[in-house]
T-cell receptor
Framework: DADVTQTPRNRITKTGKRIMLECSQTKGHDRMYWYRQDPGLGLRLIYYSFDVKDINKGEISDGYSVSRQAQAKFSLSLESAIPNQTALYFC????????????FGSGTRLTVV | RKEVEQDPGPFNVPEGATVAFNCTYSNSASQSFFWYRQDCRKEPKLLMSVYSSGNEDGRFTAQLNRASQYISLLIRDSKLSDSATYLCVVKSGAGSYQLTFGKGTKLSVIP
């Protein structure tokens, strides 16, 4: 099994719908992140969490919310999806005690029509 | 000035060629540096960390120049399987939570 698992892998949804993207990890890392990637714009941070009680906004949090249900689970919600939220979404984890960078999930390709 | 800048490419090189990618970063307090590799529609994966003294991993060599705020990645004897986008990544501060990603340089190795 993958260290960082994202579900669903692909999703098509309609404008105005609420959608949740889920992320779970088996690495035991405290820190979890949500990024979106758009062509030509690179990876942009949406939200991050240092532990279950610590949630922080990233550079593009508007229109998104998150929930850290447990150390191993971090979900991203789009309350009312809009077409410009069509993107590839990645969850990532990291461990402060090790300087090995991030481990990414396989991504969720979201299309809002 | 953008925090992490890379030449987007694409770099189209023949098999066996040597290719170099460059990256500049704006935050002089940055302390950790990485190269990630991303295949099309896949997640980024850590290729190698970059150390001040420079480091090598097989055909890959990474260099850091703190004075110029410049990072490089050299790939020797390019293989078809090296075709991917290479992301320059910077972390600022020992306790920093966040990696800053460059937009990536696309490499295509041609038979």
């Amino acid at each position: 099994d993958a260290d960082v698992t994202q579900t669903p892998r692909n999703r098509i949804t309609k404008t105005g719908k609420r959608i949740m993207l889920e992320c779970s990890q088996t690495k035991g890392h405290d820190r979890m992140y949500w990024y979106r990637q758009d062509p030509g714009l690179g990876l942009r941070l949406i939200y991050y969490s240092f532990d279950v009680k610590d949630i922080n906004k990233g550079e593009i949090s508007d229109g998104y919310s998150v929930s850290r249900q447990a150390q191993a689970k971090f979900s991203l919600s789009l309350e009312s999806a809009i077409p410009n939220q069509t993107a590839l979404y990645f969850c990532a984890t990291s461990d402060l005690t090790r300087n090995y960078g991030y481990t990414f999930g396989s991504g969720t390709r979201l299309t809002v029509v | 000035r953008k925090e992490v800048e890379q030449d987007p490419g694409p770099f189209n090189v023949p098999e066996g060629a040597t290719v170099a990618f460059n990256c500049t970063y704006s935050n002089s307090a940055s302390q950790s540096f990485f190269w990630y590799r991303q295949d099309c529609r896949k997640e980024p994966k850590l290729l190698m960390s970059v150390y001040s003294s420079g480091n090598e991993d097989g055909r890959f060599t990474a260099q850091l120049n703190r004075a110029s705020q410049y990072i490089s990645l050299l790939i020797r004897d390019s293989k078809l399987s090296d075709s991917a986008t290479y992301l320059c990544v910077v972390k600022s501060g020992a306790g920093s939570y966040q990696l800053t990603f460059g937009k990536g340089t696309k490499l295509s190795v041609i038979p």
